[in-house]
T-cell receptor, first 116, second 112 residues
Framework: DGGITQSPKYLFRKEGQNVTLSCEQN?????MYWYRQDPGQGLRLIYYSQIVNDFQKGDIAEGYSVSREKKESFPLTVTSAQKNPTAFYLC???????????????FGPGTRLTVL | DAKTTQPTSMDCAEGRAANLPCNHSTISGNEYVYWYRQIHSQGPQYIIH???NNETNEMASLIITEDRKSSTLILPHATLRDTAVYYCIVRAYQTGANNLFFGTGTRLTVIP
Protein backbone atom coordinates (compact mmCIF):
# COMPACT_ATOMS: atom_id res chain seq x y z
CA ASP A 1 0.00 0.00 0.00
CA GLY A 2 1.18 3.52 -0.74
CA GLY A 3 1.50 5.91 2.12
CA ILE A 4 3.61 7.62 4.72
CA THR A 5 5.13 5.83 7.64
CA GLN A 6 6.50 7.34 10.81
CA SER A 7 8.25 5.37 13.45
CA PRO A 8 8.09 4.84 16.28
CA LYS A 9 4.59 5.87 17.36
CA TYR A 10 5.80 6.70 20.88
CA LEU A 11 9.32 7.82 21.76
CA PHE A 12 10.85 8.64 25.11
CA ARG A 13 14.15 10.41 25.56
CA LYS A 14 16.11 11.96 28.37
CA GLU A 15 16.58 15.70 28.45
CA GLY A 16 19.71 16.82 26.63
CA GLN A 17 19.73 13.97 24.12
CA ASN A 18 19.28 14.43 20.41
CA VAL A 19 16.62 12.23 18.84
CA THR A 20 15.79 11.50 15.20
CA LEU A 21 12.26 10.85 14.00
CA SER A 22 11.88 8.94 10.78
CA CYS A 23 9.47 9.66 7.94
CA GLU A 24 9.27 7.54 4.81
CA GLN A 25 6.87 7.81 1.86
CA ASN A 26 6.38 5.61 -1.19
CA UNK A 27 3.98 7.96 -2.96
CA UNK A 28 6.71 9.35 -5.21
CA UNK A 29 5.97 12.82 -3.84
CA UNK A 30 8.46 15.62 -4.33
CA UNK A 31 7.51 17.73 -1.31
CA MET A 32 7.69 16.69 2.34
CA TYR A 33 6.89 18.53 5.57
CA TRP A 34 7.33 18.30 9.31
CA TYR A 35 4.79 19.75 11.72
CA ARG A 36 4.60 19.94 15.47
CA GLN A 37 1.35 19.81 17.42
CA ASP A 38 0.93 20.64 21.11
CA PRO A 39 -2.16 19.61 23.11
CA GLY A 40 -5.27 21.52 22.02
CA GLN A 41 -3.32 23.44 19.41
CA GLY A 42 -3.12 23.48 15.64
CA LEU A 43 -0.16 22.33 13.59
CA ARG A 44 2.96 24.42 13.28
CA LEU A 45 5.37 23.98 10.38
CA ILE A 46 8.95 23.09 11.36
CA TYR A 47 10.67 22.38 8.04
CA TYR A 48 9.68 21.53 4.51
CA SER A 49 11.43 20.24 1.43
CA GLN A 50 10.37 20.76 -2.16
CA ILE A 51 12.93 18.44 -3.69
CA VAL A 52 15.84 16.16 -2.81
CA ASN A 53 18.83 17.93 -1.23
CA ASP A 54 16.80 21.06 -0.58
CA PHE A 55 14.82 22.14 2.47
CA GLN A 56 13.49 25.35 3.98
CA LYS A 57 12.77 26.51 7.50
CA GLY A 58 9.18 26.76 8.59
CA ASP A 59 7.74 28.84 11.40
CA ILE A 60 9.45 27.08 14.30
CA ALA A 61 12.71 25.61 12.97
CA GLU A 62 14.91 26.54 15.94
CA GLY A 63 16.22 23.48 17.73
CA TYR A 64 15.44 21.15 14.84
CA SER A 65 17.37 19.89 11.83
CA VAL A 66 16.44 17.86 8.77
CA SER A 67 18.01 16.19 5.75
CA ARG A 68 16.61 15.13 2.40
CA GLU A 69 19.15 12.81 0.82
CA LYS A 70 16.51 10.59 -0.75
CA LYS A 71 13.14 11.42 -2.23
CA GLU A 72 11.42 8.88 0.01
CA SER A 73 12.91 9.99 3.31
CA PHE A 74 12.82 13.18 5.38
CA PRO A 75 14.15 12.53 8.90
CA LEU A 76 13.78 15.15 11.61
CA THR A 77 16.31 15.54 14.41
CA VAL A 78 15.16 17.17 17.62
CA THR A 79 18.29 18.60 19.17
CA SER A 80 19.07 19.43 22.76
CA ALA A 81 18.68 23.10 21.80
CA GLN A 82 14.93 22.66 21.45
CA LYS A 83 13.58 23.98 24.75
CA ASN A 84 10.21 22.19 24.80
CA PRO A 85 10.55 19.09 22.63
CA THR A 86 7.68 17.10 24.09
CA ALA A 87 4.97 17.15 21.41
CA PHE A 88 3.19 15.21 18.68
CA TYR A 89 5.21 15.30 15.45
CA LEU A 90 3.54 14.86 12.09
CA CYS A 91 5.17 14.27 8.73
CA UNK A 92 3.38 14.93 5.44
CA UNK A 93 4.07 14.81 1.73
CA UNK A 94 2.50 16.27 -1.39
CA UNK A 95 3.12 15.85 -5.11
CA UNK A 96 4.73 19.29 -5.40
CA UNK A 97 6.64 20.04 -8.54
CA UNK A 98 4.95 21.58 -11.52
CA UNK A 99 2.37 18.91 -11.98
CA UNK A 100 -0.44 21.46 -12.16
CA UNK A 101 -2.58 19.25 -9.96
CA UNK A 102 -3.87 20.09 -6.53
CA UNK A 103 -1.20 19.57 -3.92
CA UNK A 104 -3.13 17.66 -1.29
CA UNK A 105 -0.99 16.87 1.72
CA UNK A 106 -0.94 13.28 2.93
CA PHE A 107 -0.06 12.82 6.57
CA GLY A 108 1.64 10.03 8.45
CA PRO A 109 0.29 8.63 11.75
CA GLY A 110 2.59 10.82 13.84
CA THR A 111 5.20 10.24 16.54
CA ARG A 112 4.51 11.30 20.11
CA LEU A 113 7.80 12.37 21.66
CA THR A 114 8.14 12.69 25.40
CA VAL A 115 11.31 14.09 26.88
CA LEU A 116 11.80 13.12 30.51
CA ASP B 1 -2.47 34.04 3.33
CA ALA B 2 -5.95 35.02 4.46
CA LYS B 3 -6.80 34.33 8.07
CA THR B 4 -9.75 32.09 8.92
CA THR B 5 -12.12 32.13 11.88
CA GLN B 6 -13.95 29.01 13.02
CA PRO B 7 -16.05 28.21 16.08
CA THR B 8 -14.09 26.36 18.72
CA SER B 9 -16.53 23.49 19.03
CA MET B 10 -19.85 22.15 17.76
CA ASP B 11 -22.12 19.21 18.46
CA CYS B 12 -24.22 17.32 15.95
CA ALA B 13 -26.70 14.46 16.36
CA GLU B 14 -25.79 11.24 14.62
CA GLY B 15 -27.52 10.97 11.22
CA ARG B 16 -28.10 14.69 10.94
CA ALA B 17 -26.22 17.10 8.72
CA ALA B 18 -23.21 18.81 10.29
CA ASN B 19 -22.66 22.35 9.03
CA LEU B 20 -19.26 23.77 9.91
CA PRO B 21 -18.81 27.49 9.18
CA CYS B 22 -15.62 29.33 8.35
CA ASN B 23 -15.07 33.06 7.92
CA HIS B 24 -12.30 34.28 5.64
CA SER B 25 -13.22 37.90 4.99
CA THR B 26 -9.75 38.88 3.72
CA ILE B 27 -9.51 36.14 1.13
CA SER B 28 -7.81 37.08 -2.14
CA GLY B 29 -9.04 36.23 -5.60
CA ASN B 30 -6.46 33.50 -6.15
CA GLU B 31 -6.85 31.80 -2.78
CA TYR B 32 -8.57 28.47 -2.39
CA VAL B 33 -10.49 27.22 0.62
CA TYR B 34 -9.29 23.84 1.89
CA TRP B 35 -10.81 21.62 4.55
CA TYR B 36 -8.95 18.95 6.48
CA ARG B 37 -9.95 16.99 9.54
CA GLN B 38 -7.96 15.33 12.29
CA ILE B 39 -9.27 12.42 14.27
CA HIS B 40 -7.75 12.19 17.72
CA SER B 41 -4.04 11.31 17.72
CA GLN B 42 -3.92 10.79 13.95
CA GLY B 43 -2.58 12.86 11.09
CA PRO B 44 -4.96 15.28 9.35
CA GLN B 45 -6.93 14.04 6.36
CA TYR B 46 -7.89 16.09 3.32
CA ILE B 47 -11.64 16.50 2.80
CA ILE B 48 -12.36 18.97 0.03
CA HIS B 49 -11.30 22.26 -1.50
CA UNK B 50 -12.79 24.96 -3.70
CA UNK B 51 -12.21 28.37 -5.25
CA UNK B 52 -15.63 29.93 -5.84
CA ASN B 53 -18.01 27.23 -6.98
CA ASN B 54 -19.69 24.85 -4.60
CA GLU B 55 -18.00 21.47 -4.50
CA THR B 56 -19.14 17.99 -3.54
CA ASN B 57 -17.32 14.71 -3.15
CA GLU B 58 -17.96 11.42 -1.40
CA MET B 59 -17.08 12.88 1.97
CA ALA B 60 -18.66 16.31 2.07
CA SER B 61 -19.98 19.40 0.33
CA LEU B 62 -18.37 22.82 0.37
CA ILE B 63 -20.57 25.89 0.00
CA ILE B 64 -18.73 29.15 -0.67
CA THR B 65 -20.64 32.44 -0.51
CA GLU B 66 -20.77 34.59 -3.61
CA ASP B 67 -18.45 37.20 -2.09
CA ARG B 68 -16.14 34.34 -0.94
CA LYS B 69 -15.85 35.81 2.54
CA SER B 70 -17.20 32.70 4.19
CA SER B 71 -17.82 29.04 3.53
CA THR B 72 -19.58 26.06 5.07
CA LEU B 73 -18.48 22.46 5.12
CA ILE B 74 -21.43 20.09 5.15
CA LEU B 75 -21.28 16.48 6.27
CA PRO B 76 -24.70 15.31 5.07
CA HIS B 77 -25.24 12.42 7.48
CA ALA B 78 -22.85 12.66 10.38
CA THR B 79 -21.66 9.43 11.99
CA LEU B 80 -19.76 8.86 15.21
CA ARG B 81 -16.61 8.40 13.14
CA ASP B 82 -16.91 12.00 11.97
CA THR B 83 -16.01 13.22 15.46
CA ALA B 84 -12.80 15.15 14.83
CA VAL B 85 -11.20 18.57 14.62
CA TYR B 86 -12.01 20.26 11.31
CA TYR B 87 -9.58 22.79 9.87
CA CYS B 88 -10.53 25.49 7.36
CA ILE B 89 -7.46 26.76 5.50
CA VAL B 90 -7.14 29.47 2.89
CA ARG B 91 -4.15 29.47 0.61
CA ALA B 92 -3.24 30.36 -2.92
CA TYR B 93 -2.58 27.34 -5.05
CA GLN B 94 1.04 27.08 -6.03
CA THR B 95 3.41 24.56 -7.45
CA GLY B 96 6.16 23.16 -5.32
CA ALA B 97 5.65 22.77 -1.62
CA ASN B 98 2.17 23.86 -0.61
CA ASN B 99 2.55 25.01 2.98
CA LEU B 100 -0.76 25.08 4.80
CA PHE B 101 -1.48 26.89 8.04
CA PHE B 102 -3.50 24.70 10.39
CA GLY B 103 -5.10 26.81 13.12
CA THR B 104 -7.03 25.39 16.06
CA GLY B 105 -10.05 24.39 13.94
CA THR B 106 -13.52 23.34 15.09
CA ARG B 107 -13.92 20.33 17.34
CA LEU B 108 -17.01 18.50 16.07
CA THR B 109 -18.61 15.98 18.40
CA VAL B 110 -21.22 13.67 16.91
CA ILE B 111 -23.65 12.58 19.58
CA PRO B 112 -25.45 9.22 19.44
Amino acid sequence: DGGITQSPKYLFRKEGQNVTLSCEQNLNHDAMYWYRQDPGQGLRLIYYSQIVNDFQKGDIAEGYSVSREKKESFPLTVTSAQKNPTAFYLCASSPGGGSGSFNEQFFGPGTRLTVL
Amino acid sequence: DAKTTQPTSMDCAEGRAANLPCNHSTISGNEYVYWYRQIHSQGPQYIIHGLKNNETNEMASLIITEDRKSSTLILPHATLRDTAVYYCIVRAYQTGANNLFFGTGTRLTVIP
